[in-house]
Nanobody
Framework: VQLQASGGGLVQAGGSLRLSCTTSGIAFNTRDMGWFRQAPGKQRELVAAVSSSSTTNYVDSVRGRFTISRDNAKNTVYLQMNNLKPEDTAVYYC????????????????WGQGTLVTVSS
C-alpha cells in the first residue's frame, strides 16, 4: 500500500493550494476516498470525501472553500483549497473512507507521510 500526498507548503491567508495523493495497492477505482488533516495537539479529522462514483461531501469548516476530486486512471485524489485560513494549518493525508454521506471512517493501519500545509495570517 502506498499513499503519497504532495502539494503542501506555506501560503498566506486567502491563498490557494492544490494537494495530490497518488495511491497504489488499494483497488482505488472501487474505494471511497478522503482527505484528512491533523493539526498539532488535535485529533485527525476527515475534511473532504469523494465516492467511487465521484459524489462529494465536506465538513462545514471547509465547505465552499475546498474541492475534492479524483482521477481513477491515475489512482489519484486531489484537494483544491481556496481562501485558506490559519486554522487550516495541519498535516494533510489521504486515505480510504467508509461512507461519504455520513463522513464515517475507520482508523487505518497505514497513512503515508502526509503533506504539511501552513497558512500564515
Amino acid at each position: 500500500v502506498q499513499l503519497q500526498a504532495s502539494g503542501g507548503g506555506l501560503v498566506q491567508a486567502g491563498g490557494s493550494l492544490r494537494l495530490s495523493c497518488t495511491t497504489s495497492g488499494i483497488a482505488f477505482n472501487t474505494r471511497d476516498m478522503g482527505w484528512f488533516r491533523q493539526a498539532p495537539g488535535k485529533q485527525r479529522e476527515l475534511v473532504a470525501a469523494v465516492s467511487s462514483s465521484s459524489t462529494t461531501n465536506y465538513v462545514d469548516s471547509v465547505r465552499g472553500r475546498f474541492t475534492i476530486s479524483r482521477d481513477n486512471a491515475k489512482n489519484t485524489v486531489y484537494l483544491q483549497m481556496n481562501n485558506l485560513k490559519p486554522e487550516d494549518t495541519a498535516v494533510y493525508y489521504c486515505n480510504i473512507v467508509t461512507d461519504v454521506a455520513t463522513m464515517f471512517w475507520a482508523l487505518r493501519d497505514y497513512w503515508g507521510q502526509g503533506t504539511l500545509v501552513t497558512v500564515s495570517s
